[in-house]
């Protein structure tokens, strides 16, 4: 007798098998390009040459010559696992924010323009609609940031990613003058450390925060007072993007002048201080007051549902910090007053000096160096706010 699982198996091998019987819709892929090219199109500008659904995106650098040493610059990244959030609650046009975030505002660093984005989203299955989300996400950030997103590939995955799993990835491009480029060379004793307020969680961390999550037992429509919205729209907060601010500032106070912009810090993974510390040059400390900003909601729900030591929470969140501009002190107040003025909160929340011996250099409030970088020190002083 002929089993059921047997017959199944044999009418395939007759009617043969094929790409979409493995899982992979070619079909639904195109219709996804169809509803996503629009918005892809409205980031180019007259450097991007030809269209979506090329090989390879081709952007015209013909500016380059006009430079007296160009370097460019380059990242990648992902979004990490709030990824899970936004499947979670099945909204997808904010997720391309955090992606466009986590890489222009790593090039914005070292002062360079990013000039243009490619993207890449692993799926389970292509839902055209879900795919088509994503990427009009990417391509409102990259507008913000001023980027052209040039391309991109999305891949379907079947049997090692569910159907309504995805991944996304992404890497840009910039460019900066050689003699315009900001970090560590630039910051001296006497400047002043900026902060630049977050919007939320941004995009890391999030594998502390789920877990704490769900140890509360809490759902993501959970209606929550301290926040003003549900825990899912919270954490789902898209990540702010800071490119065009600290290029705004870095051209208004340019390294030539008294007051200038001496480099930036972008807070991700790692916290404040050591992400601080990478852009500082070995034998100076910055040192950031706690007290000059109050912990936004999310950050103190997180520790008091999670119990979670202060120390932890400094070094896997931002706590209300995204971005870092190192600056001259007679840049100081003028540079405060233009971000704000760009609707971006921003105070100033320490100062550079030179890391002496009477300074404690010991305990989780002092970091010395990080991510590889053999650079300066921060150290955290006082309470939140």
């Avoid at 971000?339 to 030179?354: F, Q, Y």
Wanted: proline residues 3%.
């Amino acid at each position: 007798m002929t089993s059921a699982s047997s017959s199944a198996r044999n009418s395939q091998n007759a009617a043969g098998i094929t790409y979409a019987s493995a899982g992979v819709d070619v079909e639904a892929g195109d219709r996804a390009v169809e509803l996503m090219k629009d918005a892809v199109k409205a980031t180019h500008n007259s450097s991007v040459i030809g269209g979506v659904g090329g090989f390879a995106g081709l952007y015209d650098v013909s500016k380059l010559l006009t430079f007296k040493r160009p370097l460019l610059a380059t990242s990648t990244d992902g979004v990490g696992t709030k990824v899970a959030i936004a499947q979670a609650m099945d909204i997808h046009d904010t997720i391309g924010f955090d992606l466009v975030g986590m890489v222009v505002d790593d090039i914005v660093v070292v002062g360079a323009e990013p000039l243009y984005m490619t993207d890449y989203i692993a799926c389970g299955k292509v839902v055209p609609e879900r795919i088509a989300d994503i990427v009009r996400g990417i391509a409102a950030a990259c507008s913000v940031a001023g980027t052209a997103l040039v391309g991109g590939e999305t891949a379907e995955h079947p049997g090692l990613l569910g159907e309504n799993e995805y991944d996304v990835a992404g890497a840009a491009t910039g460019v900066v003058e050689a003699d315009a480029l900001l970090g560590p060379d630039r910051v001296r004793a006497g400047d002043v450390v900026i902060g630049m307020a977050s919007s939320g969680l941004h995009s890391n961390g999030y594998s502390l925060v789920r877990r704490v999550i769900n140890h509360a037992g809490w759902a993501l429509d959970r209606q929550v007072s301290e926040l003003g919205r549900t825990l899912g729209e919270e954490l789902l907060e898209p990540t702010r993007v800071y490119a065009a601010d600290c290029l705004d500032l870095a051209r208004a106070f340019p390294l030539t002048a008294d007051a200038s912009v001496h480099g930036f810090s972008h807070v991700t993974g790692g916290g404040l201080a050591a992400n601080l510390a990478r852009v500082l040059p070995q034998g100076l400390i910055a040192t950031v007051d706690r007290a000059t900003w109050e912990l936004p909601a999310i950050f103190k729900l997180v520790s008091e549902l999670g119990n979670v030591p202060l120390a932890d929470l400094e070094r896997t969140l931002n706590l209300g910090v995204g971005m870092v501009a190192i600056v001259s002190p007679e840049a100081a107040d003028a540079a405060v007053n233009r971000l704000n003025d760009r609707g971006l909160p921003s105070w100033i929340m320490g100062t550079v000096e030179e890391n002496s011996d009477s300074i404690v250099k010991a305990g989780p409030d002092y970091v010395q160096g990080a991510k590889g970088v053999d650079g300066g020190a921060v150290r955290l002083v006082n309470a939140y706010a």
